[in-house]
């Protein structure tokens, strides 16, 4: 996510290296570097230049401590400022009305019924709601099984009507139609165009107007750039929406719509999509998204999408397993069978700090696991449990069975010993934090 830009930032930044002091001069010089940067990655024109005038008007009343370099400083303050330009502090979508009614607005094509359908899941899974998804797109019966399909895969109703060609009359009659099944949540997914006329937003604001929503976001696809903030200001024009949804953060995208969003049209980014998967939704915290930006990763976002896929219970378990030093490898199948889920590997190590710049270029491969689940599924239930009982000859039957060679299982199980003993370190606080504290 936003390599380009956090490669051209890095060389900003780099006009300060070596230097004792914050001037007049090398601000501006970084400042215009930084400008170029944003420039490159489609952030509007105006909010770029604001953004470079604000920072280095603001670096130059700073305090220069002995202790920090001036480019410390200066990383600090960009972290600051871009987490403001991004909206600041996170904006929590407002549900407690029974029931709640959410309207999906966008574009064809900007992930309006992926989105729809991560939403009912997130509301479902982390925010204990009972979701009720309607199909109003009356134009494409494709989007109606759509999200016939979806609803089915996360386990939400489906409110549709194949017979009618209205969709305020759709829209109404799912939300009476939650109200009576107990439903808290009524998530209205609309039709789109392919760009924006004045059908569709009568139709909306038409909508809108009967079905008084609670929430209304806007979905617009990130990789579109300048063109997703000028769509954004044509529908908040006519809608008043109350949110942003960015979709295919996980793509190319150069960072431009996250960055001017907020500016323009000035209501919060809620949520941003990072994957077609139900779980490729994270809710959106500026502060982090602007670390992410200045490849100070996202330890934060990674944790928690982490926990997302972790049941608790399981993981209490887990934890006393690798205390006792009984961690095997049906756990170690179990965890890789959780991470696959979690998404693109790529996209998640790259929430690392330093990891991101450091793979961009490397291809990662999202089938990397099957061999090791292999080797795995060729072990006998006594052998996953007893990792130390697999002796010479029951690994050259597991690579005969696994379809691998004997190096793979040894590799993998060589690899298995050096994880557990990491976890027992981790596992004991005063070791831990030993360890910790001989990391840069
Ligand atoms: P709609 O026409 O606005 O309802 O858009 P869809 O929900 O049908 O999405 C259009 C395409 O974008 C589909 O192929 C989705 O799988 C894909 N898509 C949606 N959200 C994301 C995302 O966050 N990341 C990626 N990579 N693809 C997405």
Redesign the pocket.
């Known amino acids: 996510m936003f390599e380009n830009l956090q490669d051209k930032l890095d060389r900003a930044f780099k006009v300060l290296k070596g230097q004792g002091s914050i001037t007049e001069i090398n601000v501006a010089e970084t400042m215009k570097e930084i400008r170029k940067a944003l420039l490159d990655a489609d952030v509007n024109y105006k909010t770029a230049k604001a953004f470079t005038d604000d920072v280095k008007e603001k670096a130059l009343g700073l305090n220069v401590l002995t202790s920090i370099s001036p480019g410390q400083l200066l990383t600090k303050l960009m972290n600051d400022e871009l987490a403001v330009l991004m909206g600041g502090t996170v904006e929590e979508l407002n549900i407690s009305a029974n029931p709640t009614i959410i309207l999906i607005a ?1 574009l ?8 729809s359908g991560k939403l009912a899941n997130y509301l479902l899974t982390k925010k204990n709601k009972k979701p009720l998804l309607v199909a109003g797109d009356v134009y494409r019966p494709a ?1 109606i099984d ?1 999200l016939e399909v979806l609803g089915g895969q996360i386990g939400v109703p489906v409110y549709t009507d194949r017979t009618s060609k209205d969709p305020v009359a759709i829209a109404m009659a799912g939300i009476a139609e939650a109200k009576k099944n107990g439903q808290n949540v009524v998530i209205i997914d609309t039709a ?1 165009r392919l760009a924006i006329d004045e059908g569709l937003m009568k139709e909306i604001a038409e909508v809108k107007a009967q079905t008084k929503p609670h929430e209304i976001l806007f ?1 617009v696809d990130s990789m579109t750039g300048q063109d997703a903030v000028n769509t954004a200001k044509a529908f908040n024009d006519r809608l008043d929406f109350s949110g942003v949804v960015l ?5 190319d995208t150069r960072g431009g719509a996250a960055l001017s969003i907020k500016s323009v049209v000035n209501k919060p980014i809620k949520f941003i ?4 998967k139900m779980e ?1 939704l994270d809710v959106f915290y500026p502060d982090r998204m602007a670390s992410r930006i200045l490849g100070m990763g996202d330890v934060v976002s990674l944790v928690e999408r982490a926990q997302m896929q972790f049941d608790e219970k399981e993981a209490a378990e887990l934890q006393k397993k690798i205390r006792k030093n009984k961690f095997d490898f049906n756990d170690f199948l179990s965890q890789i069978q959780q991470i696959k889920k979690m998404g693109n590997m790529k996209d998640l190590m790259g929430m690392i700090p330093g990891v991101g710049k450091a793979i961009k270029d490397v291809e990662i491969d999202d089938n990397a696991f099957t061999p090791i689940e292999s080797i795995i599924r060729s072990m006998t239930p006594y052998e996953r449990e007893n990792p130390d009982s697999i002796n010479q000859s029951r690994r050259s039957r597991i690579a005969n069975g696994s379809g691998t060679n004997i190096a793979e299982v040894n590799k993998l199980i060589k690899q298995f010993e050096d994880m557990r003993k990491v976890m027992k370190q981790f596992s004991n606080p005063a070791a831990a934090a030993k360890m910790m504290k001989g990391m840069p």
Request: no cysteine; net charge neutral.
């Open positions: 966008g064809n094509g900007a992930g309006k019924t992926t989105f989007a759509q789109g979905v979709t295919k953060l996980d793509g999509g990072t994957g077609e490729a």
